[in-house]
């Protein structure tokens, strides 16, 4: 029903860049929330970054004043800007959605994307 689809993550030097960018499609009536979260090897899932449809921002502790989140509403897609990059961002990167499909627009439905490696060498 809905697929998100993650691109650009890759191997990069510590201080360095990337940018992850999520496209959400199918019978999609409306998105609230968008985000991204990562899984380091044995570690737990966690947040990294989330907006609303709003544009309101939340950031993890770990990445504030290096990620930005940004998205586009029209294009259902979400960014994810990141700066000097640290070995302790490796992980891969999930994007996750709040959606609401058309055939029950009163339900919000929970997507996850396949999931990016990102790679920050030291």
């Known amino acids: 029903q809905v697929q998100l689809v993650e691109s650009g993550g890759g191997l990069v030097q510590a201080g360095g860049s990337l940018r992850l960018s999520c496209a959400a499609s199918g019978i999609i009536f409306s998105i609230n929330v968008m985000g991204w979260y990562r899984q380091a090897p044995g570690k737990q899932r966690e947040l990294v970054a989330t907006i609303t449809s709003g544009g309101r921002l939340n950031y993890a502790d770990s990445v504030k004043g290096r990620f930005t989140i940004s998205r586009d509403n029209a294009k259902n897609t979400v960014y994810l800007q990141m700066n000097n990059l640290k070995p302790e961002d490796t992980a891969v990167y999930y994007c996750?959605?709040?959606?609401?499909?058309?055939?029950?627009?009163?339900?919000?439905?929970?997507?996850w994307g396949q999931g990016t490696q990102v790679t920050v060498s030291s």
């Open positions: 996750n959605a709040d959606v609401r499909i058309f055939s029950d627009p009163h339900r919000v439905n929970d997507y």
